[in-house]
Each structure stands twice: as C-alpha cells, then as structure tokens.
C-alpha cells in the first residue's frame, strides 16, 4: 500500500515562472491538503480538497491554485513566482477525520 | 486571532536527560496532534489527543492535553539519538477547522 507520493522531490525555478506540483494520496484517502514549509519554521496551511472542491484556505494569495482529480489525486500551481516562494511543500491526505499522512514533499527553490 | 505558541524553540540535551515542549493556544481547542519530523525529512503523526486532561503514553514519549483544551505537552524521558528531529504541535479549533502548526521545537542531543 504506497502511502503519500508527490512529485516532483526537487525543482528550480526562476522568478516569474509557473510551477505545477502533484499528489497520489494514500490509497482509501478522499481528502488532500497542501502545506507550505519554510526552513526552520512549521507547515503553513495553503488549501484542502475534498470531493474536488477546495473546502479550505489559508492566508496565500491567489497565485497559488489547486485542483483534485476524481481519483482524489490533486495538484499545486504556484505562479508568477516569487524568491519567498521557495520552501518545502508538502501534500497530507486523510480520510474524513482521520489521521493526515504527509508526503515526502516537494523542494522548490526559486532563483 | 487565533494563536499558537511552542516553546521553547531549540533544546540541546545530554543523552539519557528527559526533553519537554510544551504547545499553548489562546483558544480552546477541538484537538491537538503531535508530529516529528527528521532532518531532511516530512512531518510523521505521532499521536492525537481529544479529551480535557487527556494523557497518553507511547514508550518513552507521554502527551499531555490540558484541562481547559488550551494547553499541551509532550515529555521524552530518557532521550535516544533516535529522538532527534523537530516536534510539531498542530491545532484544531474544530473537528471540520483547518490544521494549524505550531513553530516546532528542534531537539538535538549530545552522545
């Protein structure tokens, strides 16, 4: 059973550009959340899913977007990139109110 | 607004020496969750806890949650070099409310 997977683990961007990230919830997962993490600092929340609407949002602007596919599977899109936006981003499914399983998160750093 | 506070931020101990972070919110919470995570590595749930006063024990590592849902503590005794890494304390204020974490405090240990 794979848990969390997230691609890609490590990326560099330039200033100004788009980037898409993507997320395979645990199997019999139905809810996604995406995390920004900062180094040195705890997991930001940015956005949840569930039954492809996002249901949650956190304090990020709208160049940050979302979309979950039927198979629960979803993505981040970042654009017009920003030197701040570089930081660990993690996706976490769950089942309702159960227990969140981070991935193993996606590198981004942005020059 | 709603606030977390974990303290302390960093905590450097002699193996064998007991460790304690402690997670405040100026809210009574729904539930808090506690996490590890490794260097270089992604956040791990360690343990949720739901009722006032509520302690829970996982070998060497004890959860407290406090009486009036606005507190928490997690207490190592002993601690290992396996201990290393930052603990998160992450808040609900409701069952359906986004997760918020705390900063983390930073364990390391000396041999």
């Known amino acids: 059973d794979a848990g969390v997977t997230q691609s890609p683990t490590h990326l560099i961007k330039t200033r100004g550009q788009q980037v898409t990230l993507r997320c395979s919830p645990k199997s019999g997962h139905d809810t996604v959340s995406w995390y920004q993490q900062a180094l040195g600092q705890g997991p930001q929340f940015i956005f949840q899913?569930?039954?492809?609407?996002?249901?949650q949002r956190g304090n990020f602007p709208d160049r940050f977007s979302g979309h979950q596919f039927p198979n629960y599977s979803s993505e981040l899109n970042v654009n017009a990139l920003l030197l701040g936006d570089s930081a660990l981003y993690l996706c976490?499914?769950?089942?309702?109110?159960?227990?969140?399983?981070f991935g193993e998160g996606s590198w981004l750093t942005v020059v | 607004g709603q606030q977390v506070m974990q303290i302390p931020q960093y905590q450097h101990v002699q193996e064998g020496e007991d460790f304690t972070t402690y997670c405040n919110s100026s809210t009574t919470l729904s539930n808090i969750q506690w996490y590890k995570q490794r260097p270089g590595g992604h956040p791990v749930f360690l343990i949720q806890?739901?009722?006032?006063?509520e302690v829970k024990k996982q070998k060497r590592l004890t959860f407290q949650f406090g009486e009036a849902k606005k507190n928490s503590s997690l207490h190592i005794t002993a601690t290992q070099t396996t201990d290393v890494g930052t603990y998160f304390c992450?808040?609900?204020?409701?069952?359906?409310?986004?997760?918020?974490f705390g900063s983390g405090t930073r364990l390391s240990i000396r041999p």
């Open positions: 899913y569930y039954e492809e609407e996002e249901r």
């Open positions: 976490a499914s769950s089942a309702t109110g159960n227990t969140i399983y």
């Open positions: 806890l739901v009722k006032s006063g």
């Open positions: 992450a808040l609900q204020y409701s069952s359906a409310s986004k997760i918020i």
